[in-house]
């Protein structure tokens, strides 16, 4: 064996100590953990300026190690919140309500996360067909009742054939963009508010339970997002809050041990 | 025959198997990407702003805990805004204006006043100046604890109009009082990497 050879073993010290190099007797296990890994040098790109590139040296042995009986490979992703994982659940809630009155809130609809997943929703989009022009709506979206938002809307265009023109900032092809996490067990509800027209400060010019008059009582809003799954599948993608610094791996490096959370 | 111990031996293979069969979440900043700990941040305001109204605060954003929609000790980060209103700016006389801790942001960087959205709307035969749906502007902002972003519209007109204005983007703990979080690592530095080992990384 390679390693089992003291004239070698004599060289590699050697040409540490050349290099400059902190002399250390490597071990077994370091040789294993190197193994693959090719001395390398540093030269400057250009006079003064500390941006060092890498040489390969030509025309040396192969590194001292042994070759990889396996070849080892392991996946990057981006984290399940960002983007969704290969085992994630497309989600494109549409939730409808009838709101027959002004100034008076109705939930709109509510979804749990089931216990495997957490819910991230990145797009809003919504129609208010019981609003009249310029009327103004309020949408209010609640996680296990905390709010986390309310947006508001108005209906702009009452002519146009296409729903997702009639409002002022947000449709069904321009959505309302955001980053809503829900966590796995948790319920998100989105609550409404038809308000009519308003003044500066938002108070409406309607008493609460005034009927609407448009005929259309709906009020639509439809999420988009996905569910993504939690821990042990070859994915990854192990449950977000439980990631240390080795992705949950290290056992030592939990939150309880004052790791990273 | 190997060098290695029984024990070091099941070392490597539970490293190789631990390897091929885990996959890295890797992570952008908090300030580029949310992490799982942010907050969305989502503000929308359609309303009639009065005629000649001067300047008046429309949308404003906190976290020096006044009572704003950020609780203190977080960081902001918007990721786009709308300020636009029902005609375009040369009809309707809106205007808007960013105020950061109090300081306008500097014209030669920021200046929103003369480019409300008036897109022609697609798909009409006579291209009337339509401006709304409006479409939203990205927005590259960092707003650390303690910080105030309150977005300003002026109606120089004679009649009231209708002004469209939103933020976006999220919020995330401030852990180490340092902008980019207490979720992030510090940088290396040659004190971390050492004398000896410098010429291996």
Redesign the interface.
């Known amino acids: ?1 390679a ?2 050879d003291p004239s070698l073993r004599q060289r590699i010290i050697a040409d540490a100590m050349r ?4 002399v250390v007797s490597p071990s ?2 370091d ?3 190197w193994s693959g890994w090719s001395p390398v ?2 030269v400057a790109t250009k006079p003064g300026i500390d941006r060092p590139i890498n040489i390969l040296p030509t025309g040396e042995r192969v590194p001292d190690g042994a070759d990889p009986q ?1 070849p ?11 983007c969704p994982p290969f085992w994630s659940q497309p989600v494109d809630l549409t939730f409808d309500v009838c709101l027959p009155f002004y100034e008076q809130a109705e939930q709109v609809g509510c979804f749990t996360v089931p216990q495997d997943y957490v819910l991230v929703i990145r797009n809003i989009s919504y129609e208010a067909l019981n609003a009249e022009i ?1 009327d ?1 709506f309020q949408l209010e ?1 609640l996680v296990n009742g905390a709010n ?2 309310t ?4 209906l ?2 009452n002519t146009s054939p296409n729903p ?2 009639r ?5 069904h092809t ?1 959505p ?6 829900v966590d796995r067990n948790h319920t998100l509800c989105v609550r409404g508010i038809l308000k009519g ?6 108070n409406s010019a309607h008493q609460p339970g005034d009927p609407i008059t448009t005929g259309d009582c709906t009020l639509r809003v439809i999420l988009q997002g996905w569910l993504a799954n939690l821990r042990e599948n ?4 192990p449950r ?2 439980d ?1 240390g ?1 080795m ?1 949950g ?1 290290s056992p030592e490096d939990t939150q309880e041990n004052g790791g ?2 | ?4 111990t029984p024990a ?1 031996d099941q ?2 293979a539970s490293v ?1 198997v ?11 900043p908090a300030y580029i ?18 005629a000649n ?1 001067g300047w ?1 605060d429309y949308i404003d954003i906190n976290s020096d805990n006044g009572g704003g ?1 950020v609780p203190t000790g977080h960081v902001i980060r918007l ?2 805004y ?1 300020a ?1 209103g ?1 005609y375009a700016p040369t009809v309707s006389g809106l205007r808007y204006r960013f105020r950061k801790n109090g300081q306008f942001l500097p014209d030669q960087e920021f200046d929103i006043t003369d480019t409300i959205e008036r897109h022609l ?1 697609r798909n009409n035969p006579n291209q009337f100046p339509h401006p ?5 502007r990205r927005i590259v902002m960092t707003l650390n604890n303690d910080s105030r972003l309150t977005l300003q519209v002026n109606n120089t007109s004679g009649i009231v109009r ?1 002004a ?1 204005a ?1 933020l ?1 983007g ?1 919020y995330y703990p401030n852990l180490l009082g340092l902008s980019k979080g207490g ?1 992030e ?1 510090p940088p290396y530095t040659d004190e971390d990497v050492g004398e ?2 410098r ?2 990384f």
Request: contains cysteine.
């Open positions: 064996m390693a089992s290099r400059g190099g902190r077994a296990l040789r294993g953990y040098r540093q396996i080892v490979w392991g996946n990057t992703n981006c984290p399940p919140w960002i310029y103004m979206f986390r938002f947006i508001e809307d108005m702009i265009d997702a023109h409002y002022a900032l947000g449709g321009r309302i963009q955001t980053f809503l996490p027209q308003t003044d500066f400060n938002g070859i994915d990854g993608s977000p809050t990631l610094n992705g791996l990273y959370p | 025959m190997s060098d290695l070091e070392m490597v190789i631990a390897a091929r069969t885990m996959s890295i979440p890797i992570r952008n990407d949310p992490t799982w700990w942010s907050y969305p941040l989502n503000v929308t305001k359609t309303r009639p702003v009065p109204s008046l929609l990721k786009g709308v636009s029902q709307e709304f749906p409006c479409f939203h209708l469209f939103s976006y999220y979720q690592a000896e080992d010429g291996r």
